[in-house]
Each structure stands twice: as structure tokens, then as C-alpha cells.
């Protein structure tokens, strides 16, 4: 007697299509949650700084890094626990410096005022801040990074292009080629802004400069 051999019903199929197009569909819903947490991560670190700024000026007169009386108003019992700015009214040094500069000073001096926790310690190996992506987040002084306008810049790098659109979206017109934020990418003499000639790319990384 010859044995029947059953395969799957179209009906049985339909069920493993449709649970396989579910698991897919929660798999890329998940994904994009994901990228949205750390879009406002990133935010937040952009929008956080200005308000150290603020909250430095509005208890000392001076920014943060560039305080000429910081010794005076951030340490106790004359010890010398940093190093005044040179109070010129501006932050100098690259964003991205890792020495001895008033960028780098401005981290010690809002943690000092305890505006901001983290280490006071310059030696430190996690003094520097970083973002959700392990990336460097830094300060300047404006219209000297990626022609960013304003008296201030803030910087946060190794941000994939998807994440810098939505970053673009949230806190500015949706073009990193332009506005108070743009992007950029690592080039032989520095940042190259995003424009035609260098578009953005989803996969790859890149620094996002912002306006404070």
C-alpha cells in the first residue's frame, strides 16, 4: 500500500508567513525605539549645556573656563584646586582639546560650582564627558567650527547619520548642512561640513556641532 506523504496546508503556511512577518515587524520597531532613546539622549546632552553656562554666570559673572577669579569662587581654605581663565569673554581651545585649555577647564569648573557631577580631576581618565555613544561631547567658542553661528558651540561626536537626522529634526530645521546645527565628518585637516560634495551617511559616523 502506497503511503500518503502531508505537506504543509495553505493555511499553515499563511500562520509561519504571518508570525515571521510579526517577529520581523517587532524586531524593527524595536530597532527604531532604540535609536529613538538615544536621539534624546544626544538632545539632552545638547540642550544641558547652555544651562551650565547660565547657571555659572548667573552665580559668578564669568563663564566657566574663562573665570579669572576661579580659584576664588570655586576653591576652598586657598587651595589652589584649578586654574582661572584668562576672562577675555570667551571659551578658548578646540571642543575636542584634551589639555590644559579653558574648553577643557570649563568641565572642572561647573563640576567645582556643582552645576554637573563627574570627576574634578583633570588626570582622570573619565574626566572628559562623553555621550550616549561613547563619543566626545566638547565646548568652543562660535563661528569656528563647521561655521556653526553664535557666541558658543557645542559638540558631540561618533553620531551614526540616521541619528544625526533626527537630531537635526528635533533641535533644528532638519538640515545638517545649515541652521544653528550642523554636521560634519573626520577629514585630512579636520571637520568637513556636510554639503553636497560630502552628504550625509546614514552608516557612518559623524560630529554634530550645535548653537548655544
Known sequence: MKKHQHGFTLVEIAIVLL???LLLGGVLKGQELIDSAKAKNLAQDLR???????????KFRALPGDDPAAARHL???????????????????????VGGV?????WQHVRLANLMTGSTDADDPGFLPR??????????????????????????????????????????DGDPARGSLRAGTSGATGLVAISAANPLDDANSHTVCASL
Open 75 to 97: 576653591c576652598s581654605g586657598g587651595d589652589a584646586c584649578t586654574v582661572a581663565g584668562n576672562g577675555n569673554g570667551v571659551i578658548n581651545g578646540d571642543w575636542d582639546a
Open 131 to 172: 555621550n550616549a555613544l561613547g563619543g566626545r561631547i566638547g565646548i568652543q567658542r562660535g563661528n569656528s567650527v563647521l561655521g556653526v553661528p553664535g557666541s558658543l558651540v557645542v559638540c558631540s561626536d561618533a553620531i551614526p547619520g540616521k541619528l544625526v537626522r533626527q537630531l537635526d529634526i528635533a533641535l533644528d
Open 48 to 58: 544641558s549645556i547652555p544651562a551650565l553656562v547660565h547657571a555659572y554666570q548667573d
Open 19 to 21: 508570525i515571521i512577518g
Open 102 to 106: 579653558e574648553s577643557v577647564r570649563f
